[in-house]
């Protein structure tokens, strides 16, 4: 066979007379970069050359294409030679996950076959599988054949703690398969036995009530409230480990945390590198619940507004927002939620789909807490599209209608990982809203940016107060 010239790159080939003559590496990269066809305007891979000197797909130039799965004849996500990877992806899960005993799928892992072979990057469901050290393969195959029964509790108490295994468990509730658990407060118990386990028994317990009557039973009105943040999870771990360095501080000075005196707790605060803030959460659980009513620590009296950026700086961070490309799509609009109507973070990326309201002629409101605001043009573009976004979702779990679709399926956005990008570009969340609320409060009366922003009337009052603006006669007005 007559060695041929690659079409792109010049080098030789070994190859037929027909088109396309591409190498390898030059057909690989045309696989995996598809481009719209000036033909029939379709993003596909182009390799033929057409009459008029442009490249186009394969139908437009009549020919059978050399990109499509040799299985199903599907041209998108490459995986091996003339096969796709939502193919192999296919053939892998039906192996891991059939029942020895039907021969089918699993009836009870259907929906997680089906979520996964619908994904939308493939390739990165195969990579999850198949990387060295991948714990997946094993788990899902045990729980197919029935070696390990399909339960919150296999998880709980026959499986080890940690992430990998967190995230199988996360796939299974979204899917229906388990029913929702909160599985970052369960980490914490897990976690609390061990923590304690060396403590004396009255400390112990002291700390076991603090941890489950007070901070765990928090964060489960936050879980049944869907409110539930890594930041309060992390904030509940940071007191129940400064409550077992006050006990062990205590048990080292021949005391105890019931007869700990005001005087050995400053003595504690100035010998530890522990702020006063943090130590009280703890201290004022032990003086309400009557655990040792003799300490108390300074309350900083609460202060008024303060603003640390001025509104040129905003407005610029506003313009950089609509208009640079570099910074991803949902970081854009959420900063721009939060700058403009200087709603908090946490609160924009639990927003639904159904607090987007479209209109004819581009009109598009938005409701965070009462009242629809119709969104200024640029935004309410970049808002429209965000509906359509999949955010940093890999799967779409059904039942969902988040706004910004987390990580892990059926679940939003984490903050920090919008905060850590917008941050990394200058703008900072806490400085943003103050500077936010302050120019609002100038402008609109406290009633109204009370129910537009969502912060309580008197803190609304307050900032009035900070802008300079006395609405006091606006209901008699209206």
């Known amino acids: ?129 198949i990387k060295p050290g991948s714990i997946a393969p094993d788990v899902l195959q045990r729980f197919a054949t029935g070696e390990l029964p399909i339960s919150h509790d296999t998880f709980r108490h026959h499986l080890p703690q940690g992430r990998r295994y967190d995230y199988i468990r996360t796939l299974l509730t979204s899917t229906g398969v388990l029913p929702p658990a909160p599985i970052g407060i369960e980490r914490i118990v897990a976690w609390l036995g061990p923590l304690i386990a060396d403590q004396p028994p009255h400390h112990a317990d002291i700390i076991n009530r603090y941890a489950h009557w007070h901070l765990l039973r928090r964060l489960r009105r936050h879980a049944e409230r869907v409110t539930l943040t890594a930041t309060l999870i992390n904030n509940a771990r940071a007191n129940i480990l ?76 506003v313009d950089r927002l609509l208009h640079d490309h570099n910074i991803n799509h949902y970081s854009r609009v959420a900063g721009l939620f939060m700058l403009l109507f200087s709603w908090p973070l946490n609160e924009i990326l639990r927003m639904t789909h159904d607090q987007i309201d479209e209109h004819p002629g581009g009109r598009v409101l938005v409701t965070l807490d009462t009242i629809p605001v119709e969104l200024p043009p640029g935004l309410s573009q970049l808002a429209a599209e965000q509906k359509t976004s999949h955010g940093l979702a890999t799967y779409t779990a059904d039942g969902t209608n988040w706004l910004f679709p987390g990580r892990n399926p059926g679940t939003h956005m984490a903050t920090e990982q919008v905060r850590h990008e917008l941050v990394s570009h200058g703008i900072h969340p806490r400085q943003s809203r103050s500077a936010a609320l302050f120019a609002l409060a100038s402008q609109i009366p406290a009633p109204v940016l009370a129910d537009i922003t969502g912060i309580t009337p008197n803190a609304a009052i307050r900032w009035a107060a900070l802008a300079a603006r006395d609405w006091s006669g606006y209901i008699a007005n209206r």
């Open 1 to 129: 066979m007559k060695n041929y010239p690659c079409q792109d790159c010049g080098r030789p080939r070994l190859a037929g007379r027909k088109f396309p003559r591409l190498c390898l590496r030059c057909r690989q990269r045309r696989h995996y970069h598809p481009a719209e066809c000036p033909g029939c305007h379709d993003v596909r891979p182009l390799a033929w050359p057409g009459p008029d000197g442009q490249v186009t797909c394969a139908d437009c130039a009549g020919a059978p294409s050399i990109f499509a799965c040799k299985h199903c004849g599907r041209e998108d996500h490459p995986y091996s030679y003339r096969q796709c990877a939502r193919y192999w992806l296919t053939e892998y899960l039906t192996g891991i996950l059939t029942d020895p005993a039907t021969g089918t799928i699993n009836a009870d892992l259907r929906p997680l076959y089906d979520l996964l072979i619908t994904g939308r990057q493939p390739r990165a469901t195969i990579r999850w599988l």
């Open 242 to 317: 400064l409550a077992t360095r006050l006990a062990d501080w205590t048990t080292s000075h021949d005391a105890t945390l019931t007869d700990l005196s005001q005087s050995q707790l400053e003595l504690f605060l100035t010998d530890q590198p522990v702020a006063p803030r943090t130590a009280a959460p703890f201290v004022r659980w032990l003086n309400a619940t009557d655990t040792n009513p003799g300490l108390q620590l300074a309350i900083r009296d609460r202060t008024e507004p303060a603003i640390s950026m001025s509104d040129d700086h905003r407005w610029n961070s």
